[in-house]
Nanobody
Framework: DVQLQASGGGLVQAGGSLRLSCAIS????????VGWFRQAPGKEREGVSC????????TYADSVQGRFTISSDNAKNTVYLQMNSLKPEDTAVYSC??????????????????WGQGTQVTVSS
């Protein structure tokens, strides 16, 4: 039974940092792509970042490139999203998702079969 649990959200001032964690159980992280998504009130869900354990490659949305870093700890079966230089427009519910293979296989959120619950990130100005 695949389970993902996101945590680490909170309230932070603009310019601050947070680290989100996605703890994964039920499958071998080495075989999966894990993505972070976010959804702000009244907006569509958008992809933030993805990591492919097969080759270690990562992708980022233009809006977070250079500020966010995705990484994984295989020993802990956990994927992290380090968020620096946070902006008010980063405020959203952040969720992690996983599916077999490579990030390039999945261009839309609905294509991921496995999701964790969201964690709220609020950035004050």
């Amino acid at each position: 039974d695949v389970q993902l649990q996101a945590s680490g959200g909170g309230l932070v001032q603009a310019g601050g940092s947070l680290r989100l964690s996605c703890a994964i159980s039920g499958f071998d992280l080495d075989d999966y792509a894990v993505g972070w998504f976010r959804q702000a009130p009244g907006k569509e869900r958008e992809g933030v970042s993805c990591i492919s354990r097969i080759d270690g490659s990562t992708t980022y949305a233009d809006s977070v490139q250079g500020r966010f870093t995705i990484s994984s700890d295989n020993a802990k079966n956990t994927v992290y999203l380090q968020m620096n230089s946070l902006k008010p427009e980063d405020t959203a519910v952040y969720s992690c998702a996983a599916d077999f293979g490579h990030c390039s296989y999945y261009s839309e959120a609905y294509e991921y079969d496995n999701w964790g619950q969201g964690t709220q990130v609020t950035v004050s100005s």
